[in-house]
């Protein structure tokens, strides 16, 4: 019986292991990684998308369950014409390279501040951070205050929440032994299910017109970036705990757009709290969810223009 039942088990692991090889081959064709640049930096290559050929630099660090292509259509365009944007997949995202410790916040930072002193060497540049991407930001500032100009956040994840707000999904995907296994059954279930949950980043705002494609979010449901997706979100309250009392360190001009209905986070426990150890200038969208660079995306670019031209900081 325990034979048979083995049998079983390995006979759906090979099959989900297939399944799941067929969709990263497809995911991977419809979202080629030779639109980006790969940099080797600090030993493991980063996937850089870019836009533009002239002007201050801009880096974009996009959230969790996304990737570079978040920005390519949305925000880029808008800029492309005066500044260098540099759109960066984060640590086992998009095409950038994944690696043992790739989970801690100045981890991350440490890459996305070496796209910059590769591609722009001696600037300063404006740093957008997208909620998860938020944080990343901000650590970028902290610990390279030499690379960054100003901070503009969309949503931005800043502080310890206290609680909740973890998927299960997220916790089995995270785990040692278990999580290979399970994200192999990804790729059967999960673009189907996040199509339907997108709605809701969203909300109320209206969800783009093939959202889904033009941001590349299949290549989420690939079993080794659910996988670092999965552990960067398990291990963010930690990460925040410790990085936030650092926050009054802060010496660069910050925007932060927030949504007055965002139900992905509570504006009041990340940007509430940051506007007390720091000055913010608070932009409050309402009847706009966790996706504020899509409606607004001309009022965050004028923000971004203003910050890279800006002589002063306080």
Request: proline content about 8%; hydrophobic content about 45%; some cysteine.
């Amino acid at each position: 019986m325990i034979g048979a039942a083995f049998i079983a088990i390995s006979v759906v692991g090979a099959g989900a292991c297939v399944s799941s090889a067929a969709y990263t081959s497809r995911v991977e064709a419809a979202n080629p990684g030779s639109d980006g640049q790969r940099l080797a930096i600090n030993g493991h290559d980063v996937n850089v998308l870019t836009a533009g050929t002239a002007g201050p630099p801009v880096l974009m660090i996009h959230g969790a369950s996304a990737n570079a292509r978040e920005f390519s259509w949305t925000l880029a365009p808008r800029l492309s014409g005066d500044y260098r944007v540099l759109m960066a997949d984060r640590p086992g995202h998009g095409y950038s390279q994944r690696f043992e410790g790739a989970d801690r916040l100045g981890a991350q930072a440490a890459q996305m501040a070496g796209v910059l002193d590769q591609l722009a060497p001696g600037e300063k540049a404006v740093i957008v951070g997208h909620s998860f991407g938020g944080a990343v930001a901000l650590r970028l500032a902290l610990d390279r205050p030499d690379r960054v100009k100003g901070l503009v956040l969309l949503a931005p994840v800043t502080h310890d929440w206290g609680g909740g707000g973890q998927a299960w999904y997220n916790g089995l995907s995270a785990r040692p032994l278990v999580g290979p296994v399970f994200t192999q059954i990804v790729p059967t279930v999960g673009p189907q299910q996040v199509k339907a949950g997108i709605t809701d980043v969203f909300s109320p705002a209206p969800v783009p017109d093939r959202y889904f494609e033009k941001s590349g979010i299949g290549l989420l449901f690939r079993p080794p970036a659910f996988r670092a997706n999965a552990q960067d979100v398990r291990g963010l309250r930690a990460e925040l705990a410790a990085q936030s009392p650092r926050y009054p360190e802060l010496e660069v001009p910050i925007v932060v757009f927030s949504g007055s209905l965002d139900t992905v986070i509570k504006p009041n426990l990340h940007v509430g709290q940051l506007k007390k150890q720091v000055p913010v200038d608070l932009v409050i969208l309402p009847n706009e969810g966790h996706m504020p660079h899509h409606a607004h995306g001309a009022d965050v670019a004028d923000a971004i223009r203003r910050l890279a031209t800006d002589t002063e900081s306080r």
